[in-house]
């Protein structure tokens, strides 16, 4: 809508060389209105939003059950569209103590 400010991405990334490079770093800086760059420390997985994701699906899809490579990826695909469709949960994972940092 015109006159709404817009809404702020948020850009987590670790901290391998080309993350921290200049160029990676500039885009941010220049946008910092609609951008924000989190860089996470060394090995943080527990402020990793992506490895809350990763347990959440570990724990729904279990590959004991799966006869096969072909069953384990439907199961997980079919999980992460389940997903899609509860951003409530999704949402939540934003919530926990060490990622909170991204909300704002």
Same mark, same amino acid.
């Given at each position: 809508?015109?006159?709404? $400010?817009?809404?702020?991405s +948020?850009? @987590?990334?670790? %901290? /391998? &060389? #080309? /993350?921290?490079? %200049?160029? #990676? !770093?500039?885009? &941010?800086?220049?946008?910092?209105?609609?951008?924000?760059?989190?860089?996470? $420390?060394?090995y943080? $997985?527990?402020?990793? $939003?992506?490895? *809350?994701?990763?347990?959440? *699906?570990?724990? /729904?899809? +279990?590959?004991? %059950?799966? =006869? !096969?490579?072909?069953?384990?990826?439907?199961? =997980?695909?079919?999980?992460?569209?389940? %997903?899609?469709?509860? &951003?409530? @949960? #999704?949402? !939540?994972?934003?919530? =926990?103590?060490?990622?909170?940092? =991204? @909300?704002?």
């Amino acid at each position: 809508m015109p006159g709404e $400010p817009a809404a702020r991405s +948020h850009v @987590i990334a670790d %901290r /391998h &060389p #080309v /993350h921290r490079s %200049r160029s #990676v !770093s500039a885009r &941010p800086a220049e946008n910092a209105e609609h951008v924000a760059l989190h860089l996470m $420390p060394g090995y943080s $997985p527990e402020m990793n $939003p992506d490895e *809350l994701l990763n347990a959440d *699906l570990k724990h /729904h899809v +279990h590959a004991a %059950r799966a =006869t !096969s490579a072909d069953d384990l990826a439907h199961e =997980t695909r079919c999980f992460l569209r389940r %997903r899609q469709k509860q &951003p409530h @949960i #999704v949402c !939540s994972y934003f919530a =926990t103590r060490h990622v909170r940092y =991204t @909300i704002q």
